[in-house]
């Protein structure tokens, strides 16, 4: 029998790994995950030598490397500039992505909340695009978006010029315990290594917090707000 499939959709290679990598494991054991990001984050930094190279092909690599270890199928790369997803790009963006769900039918989608967790602007056009295209298409049952605990968020607040509170644990809809896939969490952080400051960071603050991750559920038809 088909596996059921989901798509996970993002701005930049390493946003799965610091963002919901033990979720994406967990549902690569009984789903397909096919993974969309919209750029190759060229704009990051390179700590690396390698000069033959352009930051966006290692980057790249660096995302199929930590994809493969999370059990992705297919990564797919739209090629859209690091830090140029803005409203002129919005429907082009979204045809893009529309284009191969509709190729792979997923029943669920995964992204960012509507504020990027971050607040990176990258992140809340994806995420924008993902709801867009939840509600639209008629064979997406289920959309997760991603959240953070506020107690990450105190910890980033010069990160961008507003990082968005994170959530009370209360307040999410889903807690995904990620016990399991924690070291392969952290082996898919560390296959980005041109970012080297951002893994170690990322690194050291996962010792403080529960191994879980968290999440809004989102399901048909669109709620009354
Ligand atoms: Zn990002």
Redesign the pocket.
Known sequence: MKRPSLVAIF??P??EAFGPAGTIAKYAQDHEIYLICATRGEAGENFLDDTTRSIGEIREQELRASAKLLGVKQVFLLDYEDGSLCNNKYHDIAGKVKTILDAIRPEILLTYELRGVSG?L??VAMAMITYFLFYKLPYTKKMISYVTMREVTDELRDYFIYVPHGFRRERVDEVVDVKEFWELKKQAIAQHTSQKLDVSRMLESMNKFPKEEYFLVHKKPIPNL
């Open positions: 701005a930049h390493d946003d990176h990258d992140h």
